[in-house]
């Protein structure tokens, strides 16, 4: 079975601190590695994608892949009160179906604490 | 700008009752289409997928069906629901002007089966 792996939290963290959110994932021919970022109620947006390893920032987030430990995290700096949230982690993994989905972690839950 | 619809947006159905879940997407041509469920304490399941009209890849056994009918429209159906059909029910798009493998999600249809 392959697995994408996730701490569900909750994970609680000071308004201006950096939250760090970490995934690791089981198919080492995986390429493409997301994170959603998922409101209660709500449906997942996409946040950051990364194909590469190394960093790829965008504003005060960061995502970074390590393909040889098969990890991949998220970095929020100067968290906020509206990052609380569910952080879904997304790894293209080919099915048994051959089919070219996503497979999710089931998600860390982040609380900014003002 | 790409926008996909989902309705209804919320649903209410008894055991036994059949099912009609609809999503279309404006804004862009030929995309890939999912259906994924997020069921209590789960994760994103991805359900069926299609890269055209007419081409569907059922990704878990079970009594739902989907059909392509038009290029942009993705319908998810059932005869006779289950209690187990309950669940968060998203839609998701990707398209080759997109970063490999990226999937953007409608709004979902909240399904109660009672």
């Known amino acids: 079975q392959k697995e994408v792996e996730q701490n569900s939290g909750p994970l609680s963290v000071p308004e201006g601190a950096i939250a760090s959110l970490n995934c690791t994932y089981s198919?080492?021919?995986?390429?493409?590695f997301f994170w959603y970022r998922q409101y209660s109620g709500k449906s997942p947006e996409l946040i950051m994608s990364?194909?590469?390893?190394g960093d790829k920032e965008d504003g005060r987030f960061t995502a970074q892949l390590n393909k040889a430990s098969q990890y991949v995290s998220l970095l929020i700096r100067d968290s906020q009160p509206s990052d609380s949230a569910t952080y879904l982690c997304?790894?293209?993994?080919?099915?048994?179906?051959?089919?070219?989905?996503?497979?999710f972690g089931k998600g860390t839950h982040l609380i900014i604490q003002p | 700008s790409q926008t996909i619809h989902q309705w209804p947006a919320t649903l209410v159905q008894p055991v036994g009752s059949p099912l009609s879940l609809e999503c279309t997407v404006e804004?862009?041509?030929?995309?890939?289409l999912y259906w994924y469920r997020q069921a209590a304490g789960r994760g994103l399941q991805l359900l069926f997928y299609?890269?055209?009209?007419?081409?569907i890849s059922s990704e878990v056994p079970q009594n739902l069906s989907a059909s392509r009918p038009q290029d942009r429209q993705f319908i998810l159906s059932s005869k006779k629901l289950l209690l187990s059909d309950s669940g968060f029910y998203l839609c998701?798009?990707?398209?080759?002007?997109?970063?490999?493998?990226?999937?953007?999600f409608g709004p979902g249809t909240r399904l109660t089966v009672t």
């Open positions: 998701a798009w990707s398209a080759v002007d997109r970063g490999p493998h990226e999937q953007y």
């Open positions: 198919d080492r021919g995986s390429q493409s």
């Open positions: 990364i194909y590469s390893n």
């Open positions: 997304a790894v293209n993994i080919k099915s048994g179906g051959g089919a070219d989905g996503l497979t």
């Open positions: 804004g862009t041509s030929n995309p890939n």
């Open positions: 299609s890269v055209g009209i007419g081409q």
